[in-house]
Structures are given as structure tokens and as C-alpha cells.
């Protein structure tokens, strides 16, 4: 009876009194802030016009987000003003109010005060303002407010507004022409196309993928060997032992191949310029003999049995008349007189 008697004569308790004063104070602040912000605001797109009017429209849209930040504070501080208003005008229903229980005429106001309060910090007097608020509502309505929970009765506006979000791409472009079309300054700004992927395609290159798999799956191999090594390939090993043992018996197969193949190199020809034989010589092979004689028009030198390499041969005249002329001995050795030597070792020249 006593509080409604408060109520009717229009007097409230200290706190309540304290809590009106101190929304004065806030709205008075809030004033003081949205002019300095409207002069940032004006700032900013008096750059943006300028560099529209020097033909710089991508520096434009990249100053535009700041002309969006300021707009969006400007907006936020007029929301809170309000707020601000509505509650020290209705004071007397804050008293009137059970513990814990806000009014439905001032929730909406009393939670944006308190989500602002956490996020705004050149407003010091929110903070007094959600303390009181804690108290007379109580804690879970400031924590819920606080964190956005559901029910909590904050504007979404407020919320989209204190974001600290970058501006998108859709909110830049708008603002950048509305100042264009404010100055008459003719800007052409290049949206680009959004990303879609047409489902149809997707289905053609999925059946694409597909198809050539299934091409690729179904080429037979080269041969018995190509299965084989795909096989293997598949193959799971169950430890690192096996991997190993499996590396080892592939290397010896490879260098069996390999000595293979090195022993039949041996005994084939090595090319056509070769006339070497498996198993025959040249001083054997009488068709070799022919082929030089019919190439160069001589003989091959017959020397002894075809192992004593020595300048003392011993030559009869028949073999140096047949060999006249091909037969390279050394100069200096034919000109030595011949002396104690038998005369069958003598030339027809003397010597």
C-alpha cells in the first residue's frame, strides 16, 4: 500500500531516482556522440564523392564501409536514445515491478540498454544503468540479454547495428550510388555474376566421369605382364615385413632378367659394321678374308699362327712378293743391312 502511495504522489525510492538521473545523463551523452559521428559520416562520403569524381570507383566502394559503420552508429545511438527516454518516463513502473520480473512495456527497451552497455564503451553511464536494471529485474534477465538468449526481448535492429561485421558487398554498392545519384556523378559499378552451378551440368559431368571410367576400367592390358603388375599394386600388405620380402623377390627377378639378357647380348652380333662371330675369329673365317679382298683389293697379312706379334718374322720371298706394298714394317728395320743372315732371308733388293 505504501509503494502504491509512492507511485500515485509520483515519489520513488533512492535507486529509482538514481536510475532517472543517470538516463539523463546517458541521453545527453548519446547527443554529444551522434554529433561527432555525424561529422565522421559526413567526412566519409565526402571522400567517397571524391574519388568518384576522379574516377577511382573501386577506392570509392572500399571508403564506402566507412560511410556504412558510421550510419550504422548513427543509428544505434538514436535506438538507445529512445530507450533512454521511455524508461525515465516510465520510472514509476520499475518500482511498481516485482523482483525479477520486468514489465512487458519495458523489456524491449531495458534489454537493449543492457546489450548496448557491454558494447558501447564511451557510454560509462549504461553501466550504472545495467547494474540498477540487475537489480530491480534481476540477474538472469541481464545475462540473458546480455548473451542474446532466446526470449531475451532485445531489437533486432540494435543487434544488427553493434555487429562488428564488415559491411557487405550489397550495403557498399547501395551507398555508393545513393551518393553518386545525390551528386549527379555518373558511376558504372561491375557486379559480379553470383556463383551457381546449374544442377543439369553437374549431372552431365557426373555421367561424364562415369563414363570415362568405366571406359578406362574396361581397355584390356597390353598383356599378361600389365595384369600382373596391377595386381600386385592392388596388394594389401599386412606389415612392413612383407612389403619388404615382396621388394626383395621383385629386385632378384629384375637382375635374373638382367643377367639374362646380358648372356644372350654376348652371343648375337653386335651390329652390322662387327664381324665378330660366337666362337670363330677373324684369321678363321674365310668369308671375311673374301669380303676384304673384294672391299680393298688385298690381301689380309698372314703372320705366323696368328700369335707371334715380333718384328723378326722370318718372310720368304714368295709371301713378300704377294704382300708387296701391304705389309707396314717398320722402315728403319728394312734398311739394316743384312749381315751373318742366310740368303734365303734375303730379298731380290739385297737386303
Avoid at 45 to 52: A, H, I, K, P, S
Avoid at 173 to 195: M, S
Wanted: charged residues 30%.
Amino acid at each position: 500500500m505504501g509503494r502504491r502511495l509512492d507511485v500515485l504522489l509520483g515519489r520513488t525510492t533512492k535507486q529509482t531516482a538514481r536510475l532517472k538521473s543517470l538516463l539523463g545523463l546517458a541521453a545527453t551523452r548519446l547527443g554529444v556522440v551522434r554529433g561527432h559521428r555525424q561529422v565522421r559520416c559526413g567526412q566519409a562520403r565526402g571522400d567517397v564523392e571524391q574519388l568518384l569524381r576522379l574516377g577511382h570507383a573501386d577506392r570509392a566502394l572500399a571508403r564506402a564501409e566507412h560511410v556504412v559503420r558510421e550510419q550504422n552508429a548513427l543509428d544505434v545511438l538514436a535506438e538507445l536514445e529512445a530507450c533512454c527516454n521511455l524508461i525515465a518516463e516510465r520510472a514509476a513502473l520499475v518500482d511498481d515491478a516485482h523482483r525479477g520480473e520486468c514489465p512487458e512495456e519495458l523489456r524491449e527497451a531495458a534489454a537493449g540498454l543492457v546489450y548496448a552497455a557491454a558494447r558501447c564503451g564511451d557510454l560509462p553511464e549504461l553501466q550504472e544503468v545495467r547494474a540498477i536494471l540487475a537489480a530491480k529485474f534481476g540477474r538472469e534477465f541481464v545475462s540473458a540479454a546480455s548473451n542474446l538468449r532466446s526470449g531475451c526481448g532485445v531489437n533486432p535492429k540494435i543487434v544488427q547495428k553493434l555487429s562488428t561485421k564488415q559491411p557487405s558487398l550489397e550495403s557498399r554498392q547501395l551507398v555508393l550510388q545513393e551518393i553518386a545519384a545525390d551528386k549527379g556523378i555518373a558511376v558504372r559499378i561491375y557486379e559480379p555474376p553470383p556463383p551457381y552451378e546449374d544442377s543439369g551440368s553437374s549431372n552431365h559431368s557426373h555421367r561424364k566421369t562415369e563414363h570415362d571410367g568405366e571406359r578406362i576400367s574396361r581397355t584390356p592390358p597390353v598383356d599378361g605382364r600389365d595384369e600382373d603388375i596391377s595386381g600386385h599394386s592392388a596388394q594389401r600388405y599386412k606389415d612392413v615385413e612383407a612389403a619388404a620380402q615382396a621388394a626383395f623377390e621383385s629386385a632378384a627377378s629384375a637382375a635374373a632378367a638382367a643377367k639374362a639378357a646380358m648372356e644372350l647380348s654376348r652371343g648375337e652380333p653386335r651390329g652390322p659394321g662387327d664381324r665378330r662371330r660366337a666362337g670363330r675369329t677373324q684369321m678363321d673365317d674365310p668369308e671375311i678374308e673374301k669380303q676384304d679382298e673384294v672391299l680393298h683389293g688385298n690381301k689380309p697379312e698372314k703372320i705366323g699362327h696368328g700369335r707371334n706379334y715380333s718384328s723378326d718374322v722370318e718372310i720368304t720371298p714368295e709371301d713378300d712378293e704377294a704382300n708387296h706394298g701391304n705389309v707396314a714394317v717398320d722402315e728403319p728395320k728394312q734398311r739394316e743391312p743384312a749381315r751373318g743372315k742366310p740368303a734365303s732371308v734375303r730379298t731380290k733388293w739385297g737386303f
